[in-house]
């Protein structure tokens, strides 16, 4: 047990502090070029949102999907376009991709990569069509002109909002998911599944991603890579996990993640049994 809880409060320091790092990171783009960054992604089309979030979020890692969460929070994307993003986000499951089966795990990526821009578009419009209530940008938001000088910025920005509002509840949020995960994985034998039971795995692999952790996914790629499961059922899992991504957007938005976890859930089904029925 003790050995657990450790694993997990150092994997919690670990992302907070990337977390941390890309929320100031974001911010201090958005306060030296006041706001612009933001225009930039608002302004004229908004498929510019859709495609640069969806690049972002296609990388491997959960670096993306911290981005993009902090791009969010900053009011620099929609919720559409992060809804996208985070279909496309594999979280660390797409280094071990790349090692076992690279030609599939790029085909893969492609694929999340062109689905996301489209899932993104299809979110928005779904959310203006049905009056869906999504987060707007923080507001104690700060943006002062770069005379304030650094000292403020680090006592306004970085301690009384990004720490004090932000950080704390994302670290409490991680090390609570990490831990029933941690504890909650060591007593499921998903062995026993093979590849008779491809349906119940495609299900069952659009259950596992809506947990917000990197490595349950894991035993989706592993049977995959054995041949155990069809690409329909790596495709779902794909779609419908984001890794750590939505740690820190727990800790912004419970209802707000939902939504997300939501749409990606039908986003993920609906398209997994088609290329299910496909025969892929």
């Known amino acids: 047990m003790s050995d657990t809880v450790m694993k997990v409060i150092l994997e919690t320091v670990q992302i907070s502090l990337l977390v941390l790092v890309m929320m100031i990171a974001v911010d201090l783009i958005n306060v030296w070029t006041r706001g612009k ?12 949102q859709y ?7 296609v990388m491997p890692g959960c670096v993306g999907a911290f ?10 994307i929609s919720f559409g376009a992060l809804v996208g993003a985070m279909a496309a986000v594999s979280g660390d499951e797409a280094f071990v991709m790349l090692a076992m089966f690279p030609k ?14 489209f899932i993104g578009w299809l979110t928005d419009h779904l959310v203006r069509r049905w009056h869906i209530h999504t987060c707007t940008d923080c507001t104690s938001e700060l943006l002062h002109g770069n005379s304030e000088g650094f000292s403020h910025y680090i006592k306004e920005h970085v301690w009384r909002h990004i720490i ?11 090390f609570g998911a990490l831990l029933v995960v941690e504890l909650g994985l060591q007593h499921w034998d998903l062995k026993q599944f093979t590849s008779e039971h491809s349906l119940t795995m495609l299900f069952l692999g659009a259950l596992i991603g809506l947990i917000p952790e990197s490595g349950p996914h894991l035993i989706i790629v592993t049977m995959y890579a054995s041949g155990l499961v069809p690409f329909s059922v790596l495709l779902t899992s794909s779609i419908v996990q984001d890794g750590h991504g939505m740690l820190p957007m727990l800790a912004y938005s419970v209802k707000d993640s939902v939504k997300i976890k939501g749409f990606n859930l039908g986003f993920g089904l ?3 049994l088609t290329v299910y029925l496909i025969g892929w």
């Open 37 to 48: 960054m933001g225009e930039f992604l608002k302004r004229g089309r908004q498929w510019r």
């Open 104 to 117: 599939t795990a790029l085909l893969l990526f492609g694929i999340l990569l062109v689905l996301a821009i």
């Open 270 to 272: 609906i398209i997994g």
């Open 164 to 174: 004090k509002r932000h950080l704390l509840r994302t670290v409490l949020w991680t």
């Open 51 to 57: 495609v640069i979030a969806s690049l972002v979020g």
């Open 67 to 76: 981005t993009n969460v902090s791009l969010y929070v900053h009011g620099m």
